[in-house]
């Protein structure tokens, strides 16, 4: 009997235990906390299991969709999405007529009207009167516009086949075509022929970046007239101060508001053709074995010669290719007055002569460090 007492027990008290044990899980299942959401691990980085190169160098084969490793070519990753930006058209491709291109060209500031269009479907029973009504009135502006771009088209392509025959820079072609285009937009030359605009445009455009061309070059180039360039060049000059005043006057406004701001004004600050922004140029021309240093040296010439008082009221163009006949025979890199008087387009008197000047005070006109590159006086000529 104390056997079964005693077994009897034990068996109640490990049912207990059980029944206790459960009663703590139960509470410490209702304590835990809920399962987060998936994050990625930022810090897990691929790595090639042959080389362990850290840090890995690995290359994205978009064109066959693999991640590569580029040491040994051992293949990591397959189905790689390409990210990029897509750039191709299948336009050429499409029996439709249809460009299914996801980018479109940039919007030209130059030309006039909306280039970036949306085109929405019509659908539904009145569909076929509200597209009527949308060509109705659209027509009559894009004619317009077809017509005002084809005009604007043929005038840039004239200014960069002139600009591109003297060899003047895209910027200031692109100076250029903003004047006209600004011209244009405001009407301001009304019954005046394109070419005349054109040649005023190119010559105040190249006036503005500080690489001056002359009437006589301008003239040349286009044939107009070198009077109709000096007029057009005047009524240009008081039409973009004209619009650079507006513009002040409208970012002042502005200032005291919240507004935006106006678009910026090619500026009208210009200033006469010195001889020192020609050395530069002609002395490319003239095709020196230092050209660079020729154009330094005759351009510091030029600033000195402001105090020969013969020199006074004298061209620019004529001082400064008399600068790079003294230069060139000091440097010991002579060219005659005949070669310099094609590349400056004055003639070989006009030169001897401004040169003359030079000679009687070449010994105020000299600086020792002309002299000390290998400059001699005694390789002037007299004449």
């Not at 009997?1 to 059980?18: L, P």
């Amino acid at each position: 009997m104390a056997t079964a007492a005693v077994t009897t027990s034990h068996s109640d008290a490990f049912i207990a235990a059980q029944q206790n044990a459960s009663v703590a899980a139960g509470i410490d299942s209702q304590k835990a906390p809920q399962e987060q959401p998936w994050q990625q691990n930022l810090n897990e980085i691929m790595q090639c299991p042959d080389c362990r190169e850290f840090p890995p160098n690995l290359v994205e084969e978009f064109s066959s969709g693999d991640m590569v490793c580029a040491s040994c070519g051992l293949v990591l990753g397959d189905r790689i999405i390409d990210t990029r930006s897509e750039w191709r058209t299948f336009a050429n491709d499409d029996q439709n007529n249809d460009d299914p291109s996801r980018v479109g060209d940039a919007a030209n500031p130059l030309l006039n009207g909306a280039q970036l269009e949306t085109s929405i479907a019509y659908q539904g029973k009145q569909s076929g009167d509200l597209q009527r009504i949308q060509n109705k009135a659209n027509k009559k502006n894009e004619k317009e516009t077809k017509q005002n771009n084809a005009a604007l088209l043929a005038a840039y392509r004239d200014i960069s086949t002139f600009c591109d025959a003297m060899n003047i820079a895209k910027a200031t072609q692109d100076a250029a075509k903003h004047i006209y285009k600004m011209t244009d937009d405001a009407k301001y030359f009304k019954g005046k022929s394109t070419d005349i605009i054109i040649a005023g445009c190119i010559f105040i455009a190249c006036r503005q970046s500080k690489s001056p061309r002359t009437f006589r070059e301008i003239f040349s180039l286009t044939k107009v007239p070198k009077k109709e360039i000096g007029r057009t060049f005047k009524m240009l000059e008081k039409f973009l101060q004209q619009q650079q005043d507006a513009s002040n006057k409208a970012s002042q406004s502005n200032n005291n508001s919240d507004q935006a701001a106006p678009p910026p004004t090619i500026s009208a600050s210009l200033s006469a053709t010195n001889a020192t922004e020609l050395c530069d140029r002609y002395c490319s021309q003239l095709r020196f074995n230092n050209s660079h240093l020729m154009a330094r040296i005759s351009s510091e010439l030029c600033e000195k010669s402001s105090s020969v008082k013969d020199l006074a009221g004298r061209s620019p163009l004529s001082v400064a290719a008399a600068c790079i006949y003294m230069i060139s025979h000091l440097m010991g890199e002579s060219r005659t007055s005949k070669q310099i008087a094609a590349v400056a387009g004055v003639s070989d008197g006009t030169i001897k002569t401004a040169y003359r000047f030079l000679y009687q005070e070449r010994t105020t006109l000299m600086d020792d460090d002309w002299l000390a590159k290998g400059g001699r006086l005694d390789r002037l000529p007299v004449n």
